[in-house]
């Protein structure tokens, strides 16, 4: 590089280098400010020797801590994973029985439903001696096949409820 082109010397991305660099055999070399000061070697701490260490203390001491860890993990193992399955298994039959008797009582709504319906639609005739009119006591009994039905009908969004809240602790378990 010639001498006139050295007085700015230009850096990847335009930067200058403001005269704290020299180039010697196309090598650019930054040199340390003029306004930073040298670090006084007196006042800085004589290093550490480093102590070499010996394989045979260091497995002497981990040899417990590790034996006791592989004790503990196939604790953990052993005794974690049985419990949990068989609390979810217990969860899971108890989710079962309430979804049986959810059906159970939404089916017994619906016959109910449906029995109500077929009355309300063909009363039938009370026969009195001068005229014929629909059998009121029928009709009466429809009303309480309908009352019966709706009974039923909460029992079973009972069960949907319980079961709802059954499936927030099987879920949380089953993430552990």
């Known amino acids: 590089m010639s001498k006139s082109k ?6 990847k991305g335009g930067n200058d280098c403001g005269g704290q660099c020299k180039e010697r055999d196309n ?3 930054f040199q340390r400010p003029p306004c930073q000061k040298k670090i006084d ?16 203390s260091k497995n002497k001491e981990s040899t417990p801590t590790s034996v006791f860890s592989i004790v503990m993990l196939s604790l953990y193992i052993i005794i974690k994973y049985p419990t949990k399955y068989f609390v979810l298994f217990s969860i899971l039959m108890v989710i079962i029985y309430l979804a049986q008797k959810a059906f159970e009582y939404l089916c017994l709504a619906i016959k109910k439903f449906i029995n109500f319906f ?8 009370l026969d009195l001696i001068l005229f014929k009119v629909p059998n009121i ?34 879920n949380l378990i089953v993430s552990i």
């Open 6 to 11: 050295k007085k700015h010397l230009k850096l």
């Open 27 to 29: 090598l650019v070399i």
């Open 41 to 56: 070697e007196s006042s800085v701490a004589p290093p550490q020797p480093i102590a070499e260490d010996d394989d045979e």
């Open 118 to 125: 077929t009355i309300i639609l063909n009363p039938g005739s």
């Open 137 to 170: 006591f029928r009709i009466f009994m429809a009303f309480l096949e309908l009352f019966i039905g709706i009974l039923y009908l909460c029992v079973a969004i009972i069960f949907f409820i319980a079961l709802g809240f059954l499936t927030l602790p099987f």
